[in-house]
Structure formats: C-alpha cells, structure tokens
C-alpha cells in the first residue's frame, strides 16, 4: 500500500526559481529517501535523510524531516529544465525492512526554459 | 553503487500470454526487489526475491501470478502470467547498495508492457 500523499501532484515554474515538494507518511520510518524518474524510466537516488535528522543538503537540493508531523520536504533551488521528472519520496520503515521501499503518490515538476 | 540490466525494455502482449522479464546485476546482492508501476501511478513492491529461497510476497501479489526466479546472486527474473489488460504497468527491478537500512537503492530501466 501507499505511503502517504504528495503535494502538490504536479508543479509547472520557469527556470530559476525553485521548486517545493511534499510527501506525508503514515508509519513510523528508519529513513525517507527522494527518488526521480524521467518519462517513466528507472528511478535515480536523489538523497537520504535518516529518522535522527531534520535537514540534508545536497547540491541545489534541501531536504527537511518532520518526524512528529510525518512529514518531508524537497526543495530544488534554481531549477532547470533539465530538472523536469516527476519526483518520489519513499520511506524505510522500523525492522528488517531494509532495501523496501514505500512509496509516495509523487509528483510531476515541469520546468519551462 | 550499483548497475541493473533489464530486459526486454518494453513489449506488447496478447492477453492470456505470459511474458519473463530478466534483472541483471553488476555485482552480487542478498536480495533484489521486483516494483510495479501502474500508469500514472506510484511504484508498489510485488516481491522480494532471495537467492536460494522463495521469493517472498507482498500483499496482494501472489506466486502464481508473478512467479519470481532468483539462481544466483546477480540474476532474477519475473515472470507475468496469463496477462490482462490490467498488468499493463511498468515493471522494475531494484537493488541496494550495500546491506543495512540507511542504504539507497538502485533501478533497472524498468520494462514498459502493454496487454492487448
């Protein structure tokens, strides 16, 4: 079953500005993890935040955690068109679990040139 | 990190066939785990395939429906039976990187299957 929801479900900017994303789950989590697709091909890992950690930083992408409110954000800065995919967040839950991944309804980021 | 073989990339089917899908991997993993994405939808996990055991299952996927092969260390296969229109997804194979839960994981290509 589905994690949680993802807001918004699709977002359309022009290149330079920067890009929100939520993802909301419902269990508790070792791990929330953003993945992106392109055209509906293979996934490619974007970041890692851990279930200790608030806040990630990778390149022009900032992750936030919220624990107590299950909840992430993903904010991509200076967009790109290149950057247009739809986004995933997926979650590790407690246990054994490792390597399953739950996944969020994603969304779709459009970035005009 | 990883790198996944998947073939075929994409197929049409006849409703009533079966078709295998092939994950290859660059290196040896304990498990690989097989997704299904459904137009326009999220990915949901069918299996989890060990080798040298059965694979194991999630809810709502069952064995006869999606027999899983998993003879070695790097190779797995799906197998899609008796298809509907319905099993017109993308179908994907995933790995992680190393064992532990703070692990990223890796995906084929994925195989895009259309059932007429």
């Known amino acids: 079953s589905q994690q949680g929801e993802e807001d918004p479900q699709a977002l359309s900017i022009q290149e330079g500005e920067n890009a929100t994303m939520n993802c909301s789950y419902k269990?508790?989590?070792?791990?929330l993890q953003w993945y992106r697709q392109n055209s509906g091909r293979g996934l490619v890992h974007l970041i890692l935040?851990?279930?200790?950690?608030r806040e990630k930083h990778s390149g022009r992408l900032r992750v936030t955690l919220d624990t107590s409110k299950k909840s992430s954000s993903l904010l991509i800065t200076a967009s790109r068109a290149a950057d247009t995919a739809s986004y995933f967040c997926a979650t590790v839950g407690g246990g054994t679990s490792y390597g399953k991944l739950t996944f969020g309804q994603g969304t779709i980021l459009t970035v005009h040139p | 990190s990883a790198v996944i073989s998947q073939k075929p990339s994409r197929d049409i089917c006849q409703r009533g066939t079966s078709l295998t899908i092939q994950c290859q991997v660059d290196s040896q993993v304990t498990m690989m785990f097989w997704y299904r994405q459904q137009p326009g939808q999220s990915l949901t996990l069918i299996a989890t395939a060990n080798q040298g055991s059965e694979a194991t299952y999630e809810s709502g996927f069952v064995i006869d429906k999606f027999p899983i092969s998993r003879p070695n260390l790097t190779f797995s296969t799906l197998t899609v039976s008796n298809m509907s229109p319905e099993d017109s997804s993308i179908y994907l194979c995933?790995?992680?990187?190393?064992?532990?839960?703070?692990?990223?994981?890796?995906f084929g290509q994925g195989t895009r299957l259309t059932v007429v």
């Open positions: 995933s790995v992680v990187g190393r064992e532990g839960v703070n692990t990223e994981a890796f």
């Open positions: 269990t508790s989590i070792n791990n």
């Open positions: 935040i851990r279930s200790n950690e």
